[in-house]
């Protein structure tokens, strides 16, 4: 603020008027609901690269062009009839900590990791957010499925669903999630799109939540990861609180056996397209997928060869888990630890942990 008051007074000197106070220039600048923009730390590497002289200009337009073309894409999925089409935008929560308190002892331990994958429908603005701690599942492909198959099953009254998300490989862009993805197609008799912005302006809806979930968490004490799901619950009132499932173990599935495709890539010979320069899959009922290179192109037939026979036996889902997970015996030593700054009600929560 004072760097922007010294700005207004430069401004002031030159059109020979005087200044206002810095207090008042404050108390007008809150008036007006003002803010000061703080850059995010994450930036765009290609767009770092160019700025600092290490990129060709026409490699850093070619960024911009995909960039803007994924946007305005995403703008016009966002004007579908709400009724046929159901627009989708997902992604995982900066990691959580719990327990979450303001005693010195916790900056020299080890705490439980808390994890929120969010679904956003930009249609409607409804959010539904799934969360669970590292004692009761990990971040592989099939957690992130198991979640995404879950909504879009509770979900089925549209005929096509627009997934939009990063590229983040374990996360959206794989052949577990490909293969999960068409067999719901083929069982649902849906059409599931996919489609992924431009790497470094990953920019979605969900992000909004995310900001609202860390606002609310700001300044609370949580104790267990069960009142992170109590706080995301009261997060946001309008249009309609976030929807919020507390999951664990038995909730995963393991979609590693589905293997309708066998590879996303594209092409086989090298140089051709890769899976990092799909830009969207089209699952279709029938079985067969689609895909596009950018998102102006028309849509190219997956390769017929990198499909299987949807009549296999081996495309069943069995639980990925048969018990609660182990945490490392250091990790569990630490929270043993920090209990003498956590309420007695709450220490058998960590004691059950398996370790």
């Known amino acids: 603020m004072a760097d922007l008051y010294a700005v207004y007074c430069r401004a002031a000197a030159e059109k020979n008027a ?27 590497n290609i767009c770092c690269a160019f700025k600092n002289g290490n990129l060709p200009d026409d490699e850093w337009q070619h960024h911009l062009l995909r960039k803007e073309e994924a946007r305005a894409e995403k703008l016009s999925d ?10 989708l935008c997902m992604d995982l929560q900066a990691l959580l900590l719990c327990p979450k308190l303001k005693a010195s ?17 930009m249609l409607t603005h409804s959010t539904t ?12 492909a099939s957690e992130f499925v198991s979640c995404i ?12 669903f627009i997934l939009w998300s990063d590229g983040c490989g374990y996360q959206n ?3 577990v999630l490909s293969n999960a993805l068409l067999q719901f197609s083929m069982k649902k008799n849906k059409v599931v799109i996919q489609k992924y912005l431009e790497k470094g302006h990953t920019q979605m809806e969900c ?15 949580v104790y267990l990861p069960a009142e992170y799901v109590n706080l995301m619950k009261r997060a946001r009132v309008k249009p309609h609180p976030y929807e919020v499932k507390y999951i664990d173990h038995t909730f995963f599935q393991d979609f590693t056996k589905v293997m309708l495709c066998k590879s996303l890539r594209p092409g086989v010979r090298p140089g051709d397209s890769t899976v990092h320069d799909i830009r969207a899959i089209r699952y279709n009922n029938n079985g067969t997928m689609d895909f596009k290179i950018n998102h102006s192109d028309d849509w190219h037939p997956h390769p017929s060869h990198q499909l299987r026979n949807s009549t296999s036996d081996s495309h069943t889902v069995t639980p990925l888990y048969s018990d609660r997970l182990k945490i490392k015996e250091l990790k569990f030593k630490h929270l043993q630890d920090l209990k003498e700054v956590i309420p007695k009600d709450f220490h058998s929560f960590y004691n059950n942990l398996l370790h």
Not at 78 to 87: A, E, F, L, P, Y
């Open 207 to 221: 992000d909004s939540v995310h900001s609202v979930i860390e606002r609310r968490l700001r300044d609370q004490d």
């Open 149 to 160: 198959v879950d909504y879009l099953s509770a979900h089925t009254e549209p005929d096509t």
């Open 105 to 121: 002892a916790l900056y020299y331990k080890t705490k439980l990791a808390v994890h929120n994958f969010t679904v956003y429908n």
């Open 173 to 175: 862009r794989n052949a």
């Open 78 to 87: 966002k004007s579908k009839d709400s009724n046929n089409t159901m627009v």
């Open 18 to 44: 005087t200044p206002l106070s810095r207090q008042v220039f404050t108390d007008e600048f809150k008036r007006l609901n003002l803010g000061l923009y703080h850059q995010k730390k994450d930036q765009c």
């Open 129 to 140: 957010c799934y969360v669970w701690h590292e004692g009761e599942g990990s971040l592989s």
